[in-house]
């Protein structure tokens, strides 16, 4: 039997996503013989939730009102690219072949699970493409079934707005989560984007 401040770590790290009970041991043994790593660990945790917010533009996580991309005055602000997570924002970030900005929605809608458009920030993703004179929208989600709800409400959405909009496509499979995309394929699919709307 563990002594009782180790079983409760454990069972607490065991929640974290990818972690079972077997790797939450193994990590809470490794942390046992380096103290100033727990020590680092336990204040970044700490202040994360009062130090991140979300960019008041785009959704992305930042630690200031606006994001560093949104800051970035050599962004390209005609295109917008639509994304589920902050993980996508990276994900594309990485590839170096994008340089315009983002949105993140942080859901998919899910009628079953009540999501509805006011969770993604919809309303003002419309609203900030029609007074920020955005001339490209791309619809970058996963193909799974709620990222085609969603991606199809989007376009529904946009067809009163004269913009274009192209959605990545060729090369992710269908259901296929986009964070599990491998960058190659992810690169291929933002360049050889279909157009939905617009030419
Ligand atoms: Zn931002």
Redesign the pocket.
């Given at each position: 039997m563990y002594p009782l401040i180790l079983k409760k770590l454990i069972q607490t790290l065991a929640q974290l996503p990818g972690l079972g009970e077997k790797s939450a041991t193994r990590i809470c043994m490794f942390l046992l013989s380096k103290p100033e790593l727990c020590e680092t660990l336990s204040e970044l945790i700490k202040e994360l939730p009062f130090k991140l917010k979300l960019?008041?533009?785009?959704?992305?996580l930042?630690e200031d009102e606006?994001?560093?991309?949104?800051?970035d005055s050599s962004r390209n602000r005609e295109i917008l690219c639509i994304v589920e997570n902050p993980i996508s924002v990276f994900n594309i970030e990485s590839l170096k072949i994008y340089n315009g900005?983002?949105f993140v929605l942080h859901y998919l809608l899910s009628p079953k699970e009540g999501i509805g458009p006011k969770e993604l920030g919809l309303d003002f993703l419309f609203y900030l493409i029609k007074v920020k004179d955005v001339k490209e929208v791309i619809i970058a989600l996963s193909p799974t079934v709620n990222g085609e709800i969603t991606a199809s409400y989007i376009l529904e959405n946009l067809k009163n707005i004269p913009v274009k909009v192209t959605k990545i496509a060729c090369g992710i499979p269908m259901g296929m989560d986009l964070q599990f995309v491998d960058p190659l394929t992810l690169k291929k699919a933002l360049q050889g984007r279909e157009i939905l709307q617009g030419k």
């Open positions: 960019c008041k533009l785009c959704r992305n930042s606006f994001c560093f991309i949104c800051k900005l983002y």
